[in-house]
Nanobody, 120 residues
Framework: QVQLVESGGGLVQPGGSLRLSCAASGFRFSNYDIKWYRQAPGKERELVAGITTVGGATNYVDSVKGRFTISTDNAKNTVYLQMNSLKPEDTAVYSC?????????????WGKGTLVTVSS
């Protein structure tokens, strides 16, 4: 059974930090790229960061560069999103997404998301 389970969301004050986790199971983790998306109330879903599980290449949306760091622990089939210097505009539901590479191209999985609220 394929699963992507996010955790680590919560309420944090502006300037604070959170670390989100995305635990994957049921598919060949090393053949997928993992991305974090977020969707704020009334807004479209936005790609926040992505990482290739082989090689570790990363990319970020401009608004989080220098504040967020995506990383992977392939031994645990888990991807992390370290979020520092959080701002109220970072408030959103954060979801992880797995996209297949090579022979797995076109295969795509989603987690259910975890809520991050940045407020004083």
């Amino acid at each position: 059974q394929v699963q992507l389970v996010e955790s680590g969301g919560g309420l944090v004050q502006p300037g604070g930090s959170l670390r989100l986790s995305c635990a994957a199971s049921g598919f060949r983790f090393s053949n997928y790229d993992i991305k974090w998306y977020r969707q704020a109330p009334g807004k479209e879903r936005e790609l926040v960061a992505g990482i290739t599980t082989v090689g570790g290449a990363t990319n970020y949306v401009d608004s989080v560069k220098g504040r967020f760091t995506i990383s992977t622990d392939n031994a645990k089939n888990t991807v992390y999103l370290q979020m520092n210097s959080l701002k109220p505009e970072d408030t959103a539901v954060y979801s992880c997404n797995a996209e297949g590479r090579g022979i797995y191209y076109g295969s795509r999985y989603w987690g259910k998301g975890t809520l991050v609220t940045v407020s004083s």
